[in-house]
């Protein structure tokens, strides 16, 4: 029986419609839940999620188990939201003022607790490096893991951190004073 994620992308990888059934029911919440930090929006991370899931046969191919499957989807998750976010610019710019409808959706919180409404709004201010470092880390990523996923060394990955939490300390200073 095949147990590992590993081998079931591996199998998967060969047209083993079960393994890859089984390989999405371990991943698919870690995956969306790292699409939602990436985006900020349900909506928008349910899209990725799915555009990842109907891509993944074809991208398995290209896993070599150098990785965990794990690191290697979240690599793929990272790209797949970068992308997105390049057409998205791209639609903007073209649109030059049209489709004003769409722009406010894709900035549309979902609906959560207070402090996770706080964090993700807070977040989309933050750079996309910063928000795709700190989105990792917060998912129990190690810095090593973080930096093999985002292509940097771990040093880079503590400063993103250390600069993200400077903006949302920042951000939750002005709220303060501006409530007084």
Not at 25 to 32: A, G, N, P, V
Not at 90 to 103: I, K, M, P, T, Y
Not at 137 to 157: K, N, P, R, Y
């Amino acid at each position: 029986m095949i147990t590992s994620d590993e081998d079931l992308a591996q199998a998967a990888a060969g047209g083993d419609g079960q393994a890859f059934a089984l390989l999405l029911e371990r991943c698919y919440d870690r995956l969306f839940g790292l699409c939602f930090r990436l985006t900020g929006s349900r909506a928008e991370a349910e899209d990725l999620t799915q555009d990842i899931c109907a891509a993944l046969p074809a991208k398995l191919a290209s896993y070599r188990r150098q990785s965990k499957v794990t690191t290697w989807l979240y690599r793929v998750a990272v790209n797949a939201a970068h992308d997105r976010r390049r057409r998205a610019a791209s639609h903007a710019r073209a649109a030059n003022g049209w489709g004003d409808w769409e722009l406010s959706r894709q900035a549309e919180i979902a609906e959560t607790r207070a402090q996770v409404d706080w964090l993700t709004a807070a977040m989309a201010t933050l750079s996309d490096d910063q928000r795709d470092t700190l989105a990792l880390i917060m998912d129990d990523m190690s810095h090593a893991q973080a930096g093999e996923i985002l292509g940097v060394c771990e040093g880079t990955v503590s400063w993103r951190l250390s600069e993200a939490r400077k903006h949302l300390r920042a951000i939750k200073q002005d709220e303060d004073e501006g409530a007084q």
